[in-house]
């Protein structure tokens, strides 16, 4: 069973351009957590989405950012117009229900705005 | 405002030893905490998790002690190895229903042979 997959596991956008970065849950897994990490400092929570539904989205900045998990396919984060203070590592991470389980981690997207 | 945080944002210690790594929680209703490792490059892998009706809970070298009373949390690792060295997040979930997990900065922890 592969863990939580997530690509590109680096993405070098320039300033103005969008950035889109994927996650693949675990097999079974219908629950998504998106975090984003500055370098030296903790994961922030971002966005939670189950399928086809935003659940909680109180850590998404209010612009230039979305992210959706459709029926199919893996769930996306959207950075519109990136910016260099975007430069960070996203994590994405699932768990087979809301509560009461471990959620697992992927590898991280590296985003880099130049 | 509230916030989980740690003490000591370095940990040296010689192969061998114990480590103890140490956080404080500031949500007295926080009901769940989870200890992570994350190495570098690498995405925060599960080490321990520990509900409040609880004050103690072991693994395979690891425990995690929760005092309640004063708000702290603590990971201890027996017989550190070179492998352990990386960077230990305490999470509090405060999802009220999901996974929504609140991290503290961080402790690094270098193990030296």
């Known amino acids: 069973n592969a863990g939580v997959m997530q690509n590109p596991r680096h993405l070098v956008r320039r300033r103005g351009q969008e950035a889109r970065l994927r996650c693949s849950p675990m097999k079974g897994h219908s629950h998504v957590y998106w975090y984003r990490q500055l370098p030296e400092e903790g994961l922030k929570f971002m966005v939670y989405l189950q399928k086809e539904n935003i659940i909680d989205e109180s850590g998404m900045p209010k612009e230039r950012f979305s992210a959706e998990f459709p029926k199919e396919g893996p769930s996306i984060l959207r950075i519109q117009q990136v910016v260099r203070g975007d430069s960070a590592a996203y994590f994405c991470a699932s768990s087979p229900k809301g509560t009461g389980t471990e959620a697992f981690f992927g590898q991280g997207t590296r985003l880099t705005v130049v | 405002g509230e916030s989980v945080g740690l003490h000591l944002p370095t940990l040296s210690v010689q192969e061998g030893d114990n480590s103890i790594i140490n956080c404080a929680y500031s949500?007295?209703?926080?009901?769940?905490f989870i200890w992570y490792k994350q190495e570098s490059g690498k995405g925060p892998q599960f080490i321990i998790d520990i509900r409040s009706n609880m004050d103690k809970r072991q693994g395979q070298r690891v425990t995690v002690l929760l005092n309640k009373t004063v708000k702290h949390l603590s990971l201890q690792i027996a017989a550190t190895q070179p492998g352990d060295s990386a960077v230990y997040f305490c999470?509090?979930?405060?999802?009220?229903?999901?996974?929504?997990?609140?991290f503290g900065a961080g402790t690094r922890l270098a193990v030296h042979p």
């Open positions: 949500n007295s209703a926080s009901d769940y």
């Open positions: 999470a509090e979930n405060r999802g009220g229903g999901y996974n929504k997990l609140i």
